[in-house]
DNA sequence: GTTCTAGAAC
DNA sequence: GTTCTAGAAC
């Protein structure tokens, strides 16, 4: 615990933090500082010390926040919210009340106090929350191994972050520091303060840069990365520190962007879903950027040089900051993470091993439902969320216009059906009518390929019940039945790998279908086929959309219906790679990406027979 | 489900 | 300029 003459006195324009560990710490740590002078309580428990001779006041911010394993964080994530960091948050929230907690404390000299003041007030009064403050985290380019000079690179940095900070809207740039005595922050502070930027927009951190979140409570959803121009892990400081923290995937994200980088130049990278700063730190992007380089000991240095060295280190944050400003555009457009969330079960939510992920989604869900004003909303998703089997009885447009043909208000689900929508249907009632288009059939079930195949094999076992439209319409009676279109896809499966043992294949069911009446996809893992076309293709063979025939069986057997979760994002979300999880920008790169991806599939898919393949195959070897 | 196409993105 | 997406119509 600090004593009070181990507070050294801060000098006008520094800051301070200090952790504590428990609740003990912070009032002793409060206690301490109050003996330099009176403090003052400001909003959202936090205190602050005035001493109008020397104008500098303490802050002292209490953030909720769990010392524990970091990926328990999930646990409590809407209260991480309640950070005195500059996270917006809902004030309300008390879920990590008894919990251990930490407590940041910040001095600051005037100007700082004000922009302090304002990150409490902002967690209290803000209107949106923490996760929707698109944020990105940057470590100062070319100061360290690259010997730029400190005065020359924070001038560079005020003005690219005053320039670029009034097309920020709602998003802010923090430029990180893992010293508390570093040199180029307390000048970009003091530089910043004098230029007048929004301290809402733009403001520095103390901290790892890759443990924002898990040690400082701090989001940000891209970080940047002090690059080599080899765009290889190694070396030392950020660029190490960053790899090291994202895992191997990180490494191979990057190399499918850019091979090398030049000075100047920055490349944004989304992060592959099963990185650590992903899971752990809610981290999407890692933008790298390559600084002009001092040092000659390192490659390319300028000699000193620094008409050059000036001009390229503002190409250099030019480059991250437009980076930056496209992940907010195609955040604005798609908020992604709602999708994402959504397509985790009820029980996920309450799993703390989702930690920022959840906290982000929560957060996203919030800010669909309060305020409209912030995102886009996607028509898609309107009204979608966390739908029930009963809901999606509801008519919907999804299901195409009425047409009035009077099949398409028979069945249980009542919904509208457009004409279109009714082929398997027509085909599962009169088969005898449609022999040239079957392969197979039995009493209970047709089995076709699909018009419109999504992949080198792709075939429906098309159940011949009347009354069965879809996965909702299944209930407990009907298990035998949708055993048996799994015997016959299987069977179906194994024929196939008997001519060809690579083909892997995946039997499951579209959890709102565009077709009416009841079918099994039977479909090859390979997607390769002209009629994959678009996002909703792939997104509905490829996330929780898709589900797998032997869950199905499994929840019929123990809850007697299927979980459906209903949510049209789903469709539109991301595209990544079924194998290794890596994110594509468009349909054609992710159709070449899996024409050559060989990493073996998620474990998911590998565990309760999800996938067929054949018996001796080794994945092993993949 | 597909096709068509305007306009966004590159 | 071309490529790609996404909404409307069917």
Request: hydrophobic share 35%; glycine share 6%.
């Amino acid at each position: 615990m600090l004593q009070k003459k181990e507070l050294p006195k801060l000098n006008e324009g520094f800051a301070r933090i200090v952790f504590c560990h428990n609740e003990n710490d912070v009032e002793a740590t409060i206690k301490a500082y109050s003996a330099l002078g009176p403090l003052d309580t400001l909003s959202n428990g936090c205190f602050g010390q005035k001493n109008p001779d020397a104008k500098i006041q303490l802050g002292i911010m209490k953030f909720l926040k769990k010392v524990e394993a970091p990926s328990s964080l999930g646990s409590c994530s809407d209260s991480v919210q309640d950070s005195a960091c500059p996270q917006a948050s809902n004030a309300n929230n008390t879920c990590c009340k008894g919990t251990t907690k930490q407590s940041l404390l910040l001095g600051a000299a005037s100007k700082e106090v004000k922009e302090s003041e304002d990150m409490a007030k902002g967690s209290v009064d803000a209107d949106v929350s923490a996760g929707d403050i698109t944020t990105l985290a940057f470590p100062s380019i070319s100061t360290a191994d690259f010997q730029f000079n400190n005065e020359k690179a924070s001038d560079i940095i005020v003005e690219k972050v005053e320039e670029f900070v009034n097309k920020l809207e709602n998003a802010r740039l923090v430029l990180v520091d893992l010293s508390h005595g570093s040199k180029i922050l307390s000048l970009v502070r003091a530089k910043a303060a004098k230029r007048n930027i929004d301290s809402k927009k733009f403001f520095t951190f103390v901290g790892d840069i890759t443990r924002l979140y898990s040690q400082g409570g701090l989001h940000c959803n891209a970080i940047a990365n002090a690059s080599n121009w080899r765009l290889k892990p190694g070396g030392g400081g950020v660029n190490a520190a960053i790899f090291a923290a994202a895992g191997p995937s990180l490494e191979t994200a990057t190399k499918e962007r850019a091979k090398s980088l030049l000075p100047g130049h920055a490349v944004v990278v989304p992060l592959p879903s099963d990185s650590p700063l992903y899971t752990r730190e809610g981290v999407s992007h890692v933008i790298h950027v390559l600084g002009p380089n001092m040092n000659p000991q390192r490659p390319n240095s300028l000699n000193n040089d620094y008409t050059k060295g000036c001009s390229i280190l503002r190409e250099a944050y030019t480059s991250l900051f437009t980076g930056f400003l496209s992940i907010m555009r195609s955040r604005l457009k798609l908020p992604r993470r709602i999708s994402e969330k959504l397509e985790s079960s009820p029980s996920d939510l309450k799993d703390p091993s989702h930690g920022p992920r959840n906290h982000l989604t929560n957060s996203d869900q919030k800010i669909k439902r309060d305020d409209d004003s912030v995102y886009e909303r996607s028509k898609k998703c309107k009204g979608t969320h966390n739908e029930t089997v009963a809901d999606i009885s509801a008519p919907s447009s999804t299901y195409g216009k009425v047409t009035g043909d009077k099949s398409k208000l028979e069945g249980p689900t009542s919904k509208s059906w457009g004409s279109w929508a009714q082929a398997l249907y027509h085909i599962a009632m009169h088969p005898e009518k449609h022999k040239e288009k079957l392969l197979e059939v039995l009493d209970a079930v047709v089995v076709l390929n699909d018009l419109y195949p999504k992949a080198c094999k792709h075939l429906l076992v098309l159940a011949q019940h009347e009354g069965l439209d879809c996965l909702a319409d299944v209930h407990q009676e009907h298990l035998q039945l949708l055993m048996t279109m799994h015997a016959v896809g299987l069977k179906w499966a194994e024929k196939f790998l008997h001519e060809d043992s690579s083909m892997v294949f995946r039997l499951g069911y579209h959890s709102v279908p565009s077709m009416r009446q009841l079918h099994l996809h039977v479909i090859s893992q390979d997607f390769n086929s002209n009629h994959l076309k678009n996002k909703k293709h792939w997104n509905s063979f490829n996330t929780a959309f898709f589900r797998d025939s032997v869950d199905v069986i499994e929840e019929i057997k123990n809850h007697g219906k299927a979980t459906i979760k209903v949510e049209d994002c789903q469709l539109s979300m991301e595209l990544r790679c079924h194998r290794c999880r890596s994110a594509h920008p468009n349909i054609p790169r992710l159709k070449s990406h899996i024409s050559i991806c060989q990493a073996p599939f998620p474990h998911a898919l590998l565990e309760n027979g999800r996938l067929v393949l054949a018996p001796k195959h080794n994945w092993s070897d993949t």
